[in-house]
């Protein structure tokens, strides 16, 4: 027993160790990440988080459930939060490898498909954004804990385990905690339904407890998310479910699925052997057991299907479940091996076959999606910086959707827009706005533009450049109207001139 446990804590060493490796090695995060680096130090600074936000689009109010920040803020009463923002994500990510390792044998009882299954875990490319600073880091153990108990329940249920009643509160506590994490807690929820439709179908019983237990998460979601949600809920009505995000990058957010980019992030090994096992439990019955994990599975595909949820946000839960399926398939391969003719040389170098490919399927591939992060450059950074320590601080700043985070992280002013869409009356029309300072070659759509936002610093950082395919600056730049402010590779221009009636140049 003491062997597999040196080698589950072995793996997630590893793990740990090479995802910190990889994050220290980018000195930046992820875009995003900006938004709730802010949070966690204002929650240092002040013991609640940014609702009232004064910088995001100009002033506005926000909408989203705190743990994640609160338990980043913990940390950061005793580390920087720069340290906590790169350890704690990884490490939390790294315990996927612990869990993953127990549903697995819980499912199938098979030590080496669960050590394997465990090492998949700890290498999906998908999970390998080292930089990044989210509360999908958070999430993900969160939801598999609670999947884990649930497994214990139904199994305390079944065989009337006196620790039944423990398991119970211990999942009604993660549960808990999940509901105040993200609300992608939705995916458990229909993911149960699921699970007792298909118990019903298949003649498995379903215990008392195990109907009580969904009961109760029904309940606590909806009470929680409309406790934190209910403002946004009756202002965007049905927009609501698709987080207000704008119509026209609505496609950007919620992509159809891609075989080829699933096969990319979450690795073919992985991503076939759970195909295998899923058909095999659904239409062969092989493993009642996998069930649950099944309609997990079933209830992600649906959401995106749906567009409730981010293709990678998906393909995040989808590939740990695929980690955890990948148990029972090694174990199916292992039977299936014992009874060929060749079974004592086969089985021999099964295991160490199947490491040999895993390392090069996974371990590699999770590598160089890690070196090739999205993150802002250090340059593109100083120009911020330059815009908090060089700018009045009632200025509001032109930049790109995803460096809206960067004007109020790094620059501390006003921006026009960030990807923190809910609650926001006239997202539609910002978007709209932000694309055409970025593409018209007319200045006085420009300014006229600029004078409605009370936009007076302009950003064009190479990515900018890169993304609206423009070669030196913007196309509406006069010398009469602008000074260039901050020049290297990213350029800031400030706003001399306005629209007006003596305006004819």
């Not at 600074?45 to 002033?59: A, C, H, I, K, R």
């Not at 993660?174 to 298909?198: D, H, Q, R, V």
Request: charged letters at 15%; one cysteine or more; aromatic letters at 14%.
């Amino acid at each position: 027993m003491k062997k597999p446990i040196l080698i589950v804590g072995g793996i997630f060493a590893g793990v740990l160790l090479i995802r910190l490796i990889l994050a220290f090695m980018i000195p930046e995060f992820t875009y995003e990440s900006y938004f709730h680096l802010r949070q966690v130090e204002h929650i240092v600074e002040t013991g609640v988080p940014f609702y009232q936000d004064p910088l995001s689009y100009g002033g506005r109010e926000l909408a989203f459930l705190p743990l994640f920040h609160y338990l980043a803020a913990l940390f950061s009463l005793v580390f920087p939060v720069p340290l906590v923002a790169k350890i704690l994500p990884n490490l939390l990510t790294a315990l996927l490898v612990p869990i993953t390792y127990l549903i697995s044998k819980k499912i199938t009882g098979h030590e080496h498909g669960s050590l394997l299954a465990a090492f998949i875990a700890g290498f999906l490319p998908i999970l390998y954004f080292t930089s990044g600073f989210v509360v999908n880091t958070l999430f993900l153990p969160l939801i598999f804990t609670a999947i884990y108990f649930h497994l214990l329940i139904e199994e305390g249920a079944k065989s009337g385990d006196r620790n039944l009643m423990k398991y119970i509160y211990i999942y009604a506590i993660i549960f808990f905690i999940l509901c105040l994490t993200s609300p992608l807690a939705a995916i458990m929820l229909i993911g149960l339904g699921i699970y007792a439709l298909l118990s019903f179908v298949e003649g498995k019983k379903i215990y008392r407890e195990e109907v009580e237990v969904i009961l109760f998460s029904i309940f606590l979601y909806v009470w929680v998310q409309f406790l934190f949600f209910k403002k946004s809920l009756l202002q965007e009505g049905i927009s609501f479910v698709w987080q207000n995000i704008p119509s026209t990058i609505i496609a950007q957010y919620f992509p159809k699925f891609s075989l080829g980019v699933a096969l990319v992030l979450v690795s073919i090994i992985p991503f076939l052997a759970g195909a295998v096992v899923v058909y095999r439990s659904l239409f062969q019955l092989q493993n009642q057991k996998s069930f649950l994990l099944i309609s997990l599975v079933i209830a992600t595909s649906l959401l995106t299907w749906l567009r409730l949820i981010r293709f990678r946000q998906s393909l995040a839960f989808f590939s740990v479940v695929l980690a955890i399926l990948f148990a029972a398939f090694y174990q199916d391969i292992e039977r299936y091996v014992q009874k060929t003719k060749l079974s004592s040389n086969l089985q021999r170098y099964l295991l160490p076959i199947t490491i040999l490919i895993l390392l090069f399927s996974t371990v590699l591939p999770a590598i160089n999606t890690a070196l090739l992060q999205d993150v802002p450059s250090s340059e593109e950074v100083q120009a911020f910086i330059w815009i908090r320590e060089n700018t009045p601080p009632s200025a509001t700043v032109l930049a790109t959707l995803d460096e809206g985070h960067l004007v109020t992280y790094y620059g501390k002013r006003k921006n026009l827009i960030d990807d923190r869409f809910m609650l926001v009356d006239d997202v539609e029309k910002r978007f709209q706005s932000l694309t055409s300072l970025f593409t018209t070659k007319f200045r006085t759509e420009a300014l006229e533009l600029a004078s409605q936002y009370d936009i007076e610093y302009f950003v064009l950082t190479p990515s900018a450049k890169e993304k609206y395919q423009l070669k030196k600056e913007f196309p509406y730049i006069t010398r009469r109207c602008f000074d260039t402010a901050y020049q290297n590779e990213t350029l800031i221009f400030k706003l001399k001139c306005r629209l007006g009636p003596t305006e004819n140049e």
